[in-house]
């Protein structure tokens, strides 16, 4: 089978992931500033909480810069992005699940974390 037959069935299947994976980080990280979907200072780790040096709010706001630029890597390189993404979703996932809070938050990012990687996975045979 060459290359253009292997993408044709992914082609469609790539972009609905790049394109979420564009618009939810961005979007996630633009609320980390206006608590519009939620109050994101409650998901912090209580630990991470008591070692950084400023409010959980300011922790927030470093937290969306990230995420939004996470998400135009996607936009951009959609490999790359899509590691970072995935990463960072399980990294999130992790100190969710350190505090014994909010699992099925942590459930729901590993899911997303391993589509981030099947997306960027994907992207080696599309792009």
């Known amino acids: 089978m060459n290359n253009q037959n292997e993408q044709a069935p992914l082609e469609p299947i790539f972009k609905l992931l790049k394109f979420t994976f564009v ?22 780790n209580p630990t991470i909480a008591s070692i950084i040096p400023f409010s959980a709010h300011t922790f927030m706001m470093i937290v969306g810069i990230i995420e939004i630029i996470a998400g135009l890597i996607v936009l951009k390189k959609a ?3 899509g590691y970072i993404v995935a990463a ?3 990294l999130i996932a992790l100190t969710l699940l350190a505090s014994l ?16 990687f099947a997306m960027a996975r994907i992207s080696k045979i599309t792009e």
Request: a negative charge; aromatic letters at 12%; zero cysteines.
């Open 79 to 81: 490999q790359i992005g």
């Open 101 to 116: 809070s909010y699992i099925d938050v942590a459930v729901r990012d590993l899911v997303m974390a391993i589509s981030a």
């Open 23 to 44: 618009i939810v980080p961005i979007v996630a990280g633009a609320d980390k500033f206006t608590n519009l979907l939620t109050d994101w200072e409650n998901y912090l």
């Open 88 to 90: 960072w979703l399980a």
